[in-house]
């Protein structure tokens, strides 16, 4: 537990880190690739904002571009029907 003492707790979190039914963390999600990231004070991990998205995002380059995971699905699912996967 004491690798999460220095976690942020989040006003709107989108999950939970739980440790022997106790919650010793919150996580955001990408709204660009929708994986989850702990919430750090001062960790010094690079994060961005997306002003479109309005939301935190996880900092990696693929997702320095706004294209929401709800289109990229899409892009998936349509690039399945027409047989191109």
């Known amino acids: ?3 999460y003492k220095s976690s942020k707790y ?3 979190e989108h999950g939970a880190f739980i440790v022997d039914g106790v919650q010793v963390g919150t996580t955001l999600q ?3 690739c929708g994986g989850h990231f702990l919430s750090v004070v001062g960790s ?7 002003m479109n998205c309005m939301a935190v995002t996880c900092g ?3 997702c ?8 990229k699905m899409d ?3 349509k690039r399945f029907r027409l047989g191109d996967v």
């Open 75 to 77: 892009m998936i699912e």
């Open 1 to 3: 537990m004491e690798d």
């Open 30 to 32: 990408c709204p660009h």
């Open 10 to 12: 989040e006003r709107k």
């Open 44 to 50: 010094g991990a690079r994060r961005g904002f997306c």
């Open 60 to 62: 990696h380059p693929d």
């Open 64 to 71: 320095d571009r706004c294209i929401p995971i709800e289109k």
